[in-house]
Protein backbone atom coordinates (compact mmCIF):
# COMPACT_ATOMS: atom_id res chain seq x y z
CA UNK A 1 0.00 0.00 0.00
CA UNK A 2 2.70 2.65 1.18
CA UNK A 3 4.49 1.98 -2.27
CA UNK A 4 1.55 2.60 -4.22
CA UNK A 5 1.14 6.06 -2.13
CA UNK A 6 4.69 6.49 -3.03
CA UNK A 7 4.08 6.10 -7.30
CA UNK A 8 1.04 8.58 -6.95
CA UNK A 9 2.43 11.04 -5.08
CA UNK A 10 5.30 10.90 -7.66
CA UNK A 11 3.30 11.00 -10.72
CA UNK A 12 1.46 13.92 -8.98
CA UNK A 13 5.06 15.65 -8.89
CA UNK A 14 5.54 14.92 -12.82
CA UNK A 15 1.95 16.27 -13.37
CA UNK A 16 2.64 19.04 -11.46
CA UNK A 17 5.95 19.57 -12.98
CA UNK A 18 5.01 19.54 -16.60
CA UNK A 19 2.42 21.97 -15.73
CA UNK A 20 4.70 24.84 -14.44
CA UNK A 21 3.52 25.07 -11.20
CA UNK A 22 7.21 24.98 -9.65
CA UNK A 23 8.28 28.52 -10.17
CA UNK A 24 11.01 28.66 -7.73
CA UNK A 25 14.08 26.25 -7.58
CA UNK A 26 13.44 26.11 -3.72
CA UNK A 27 10.10 24.70 -3.68
CA UNK A 28 11.57 22.08 -6.63
CA UNK A 29 14.49 21.48 -4.37
CA UNK A 30 11.71 20.22 -1.21
CA UNK A 31 9.63 18.96 -3.26
CA UNK A 32 11.98 15.88 -4.97
CA UNK A 33 13.99 16.11 -1.39
CA UNK A 34 10.57 14.54 0.57
CA UNK A 35 9.99 12.33 -2.68
CA UNK A 36 13.82 11.13 -2.07
CA UNK A 37 13.26 10.70 1.58
CA UNK A 38 9.91 8.69 1.02
CA UNK A 39 11.42 6.22 -1.63
CA UNK A 40 14.36 5.81 0.46
CA UNK A 41 12.18 4.66 3.79
CA UNK A 42 10.38 2.34 1.17
CA UNK A 43 13.72 0.47 0.27
CA UNK A 44 14.89 0.42 3.61
CA UNK A 45 11.27 -1.09 4.19
CA UNK A 46 11.89 -3.67 1.59
CA UNK A 47 14.95 -4.56 2.25
CA UNK A 48 15.56 -4.10 6.17
CA UNK A 49 19.35 -5.75 5.88
CA UNK A 50 21.21 -3.49 3.35
Known amino acids: ?3 KL ?3 Q ?3 FI ?3 EAGKYH ?3 FLAMTL ?3 ANQA ?3 VDRLY ?3
Open 6 to 8: LFL
Open 33 to 35: ECL
Open 1 to 3: MID
Open 48 to 50: PNL
Open 15 to 17: ESF
Open 40 to 42: WDE
Open 24 to 26: HPL
Open 10 to 12: IEI
